[in-house]
């Protein structure tokens, strides 16, 4: 089992940055690609992002794209997802999630996906 815990979330106005941490335990977790979902209330869980265990490949969703990054530091088993120019449409609760089948490409799909942290929540003020 990999157990992951997410925090760096917490109250922002529009326009302002944050960052999200994951670390992860329990496994290699180099060995894994990670992603951030999120999910708003009334909403499915959506891709935000994702990095390959090397951390050379990476995806975003294109509402995103351009203004959040994900990285990760395998040496302290911690993915990252810094925020910039947060809008009120990024509220929702966000999802540290771990793919072990780290041959194949990085995936959007949540189904991918065996390992999910609790989440933490994102709100963004007007």
């Known amino acids: 089992q990999m157990q992951l815990v997410e925090s760096g979330g917490g109250l922002v106005q529009a326009g302002g940055s944050l960052r999200l941490s994951c670390v992860a335990s329990g496994r290699t977790f180099s060995s894994y690609t990670m992603a951030w979902f999120r999910q708003a209330p009334g909403k499915e869980r959506e891709f935000v992002a994702a990095?390959?265990?090397?951390?050379?490949?990476?995806t975003y969703a294109d509402s995103v794209k351009g203004r959040f990054t994900i990285s990760r530091d395998n040496a302290k088993n911690t993915v990252y997802l810094q925020m910039n120019s947060l809008k009120p449409e990024d509220t929702a609760v966000y999802y540290c999630?771990?793919?072990?089948?780290?041959?194949?490409?990085?995936?959007?799909?949540?189904?991918?996906?065996?390992?999910w942290g609790q989440g933490t929540q994102v709100t963004v003020s007007s």
């Open positions: 990095i390959s265990w090397s951390g050379d490949s990476t």
């Open positions: 999630a771990a793919d072990y089948r780290s041959w194949m490409p990085v995936s959007r799909d949540r189904y991918r996906y065996a390992y």
